[in-house]
């Protein structure tokens, strides 16, 4: 066992709890928007959620497992926290502008007509 | 057995590739029901017709893709693989082949919603000629 083969067993846990409790929030909370958008129609609303949770877990998953193969080669315990932190935060960061972005543009389809005919 | 690091991450890649294939094939077109039933006025048997040809198409994609990209290259049967590499490798192939999945996923659900916006404008523009 080397450093980097404990800093993997640390970060995926940690990282797929982060995702998988993130992406179970916004299924909760963003039926009620989808439901505004599609005029009530419960079951397609239902469907078209969980489809766009799968979608968030296989991208976002996916790209924390890929960061795995980039890591840089670590050699104490000091380097192993550096990375950990700097990774782990990047990861966060990128989910905020994705939330961010989610946000803007429910509104956006709230506004116009787009979906509304 | 000769190289053998690279069998094991074979025996790892195959299994998690196929199961999540599958899993992920059977929730869409369970959730994709609704839509093509919505796309096709509710006539419930071209729908599910429909629904089990996509899903066939989704299968034969993906694993076809899968297993096309399987292969671990640049590693010679003298050369003895470490635990790292051999995470690193697997990593780079599963969480690849997840974020291509994903795609595929919302390029499916692009579809619905085409089909589906679709199919209004022609009921909308049939109400106007009538």
């Given at each position: 066992m080397n450093y980097n083969i404990i800093t993997y067993y640390i970060y995926?846990?940690?990282?797929?709890?982060?995702?998988?409790?993130?992406?179970?929030?916004?299924?909760?909370?963003?039926?009620?928007?989808?439901?505004?958008?599609?005029?009530?129609?419960?079951?397609?609303?239902?469907?078209?959620n969980n489809l766009?949770?799968?979608?968030?877990y296989l991208t976002n998953i996916g790209y924390a497992i890929i960061t795995i193969s980039y890591w840089e080669n670590l050699t104490s315990a000091i380097e192993m926290i550096n990375s950990l932190s700097k990774?782990?935060?990047?990861?966060?960061?990128?989910?905020?502008?994705?939330?961010?972005?989610?946000?803007?543009?429910?509104?956006?389809?709230?506004?116009s007509k787009l979906l509304n005919h | 057995m000769e190289n053998s690091k690279i069998v094991i991450g074979y025996a790892i890649y195959l299994p998690i590739v196929i199961v999540l294939t599958i899993y992920i094939s059977k929730m869409l077109f369970k959730n994709g029901k609704h839509f093509m039933i919505d796309i096709f006025r509710g006539k419930e048997d071209i729908a599910l017709a429909t629904n089990k040809l996509f899903e066939i198409g989704f299968y034969l994609i993906n694993i076809g893709f899968a297993l096309y990209?399987?292969?671990?290259?640049?590693?010679?049967?003298?050369?003895?693989?470490?635990?790292?590499?051999?995470?690193?490798?697997?990593?780079?192939?599963?969480?690849?082949?997840t974020i291509y999945l994903g795609v595929m996923l919302f390029l499916n659900l692009y579809l619905f919603f085409r089909g589906r916006s679709k199919s209004r404008m022609t009921i909308k523009t049939k109400n106007f000629i009538v």
């Amino acid at each position: 066992m080397n450093y980097n083969i404990i800093t993997y067993y640390i970060y995926l846990p940690i990282i797929s709890f982060i995702m998988v409790k993130i992406g179970w929030l916004f299924y909760k909370n963003g039926e009620v928007f989808l439901l505004n958008l599609f005029h009530n129609n419960a079951a397609l609303v239902k469907s078209i959620n969980n489809l766009l949770l799968i979608g968030y877990y296989l991208t976002n998953i996916g790209y924390a497992i890929i960061t795995i193969s980039y890591w840089e080669n670590l050699t104490s315990a000091i380097e192993m926290i550096n990375s950990l932190s700097k990774t782990i935060g990047k990861i966060i960061l990128l989910l905020a502008i994705m939330h961010y972005n989610n946000i803007f543009w429910l509104r956006q389809l709230n506004n116009s007509k787009l979906l509304n005919h | 057995m000769e190289n053998s690091k690279i069998v094991i991450g074979y025996a790892i890649y195959l299994p998690i590739v196929i199961v999540l294939t599958i899993y992920i094939s059977k929730m869409l077109f369970k959730n994709g029901k609704h839509f093509m039933i919505d796309i096709f006025r509710g006539k419930e048997d071209i729908a599910l017709a429909t629904n089990k040809l996509f899903e066939i198409g989704f299968y034969l994609i993906n694993i076809g893709f899968a297993l096309y990209i399987m292969k671990i290259y640049g590693y010679s049967s003298n050369y003895d693989m470490s635990n790292q590499t051999l995470m690193e490798i697997l990593s780079k192939k599963i969480g690849g082949y997840t974020i291509y999945l994903g795609v595929m996923l919302f390029l499916n659900l692009y579809l619905f919603f085409r089909g589906r916006s679709k199919s209004r404008m022609t009921i909308k523009t049939k109400n106007f000629i009538v």
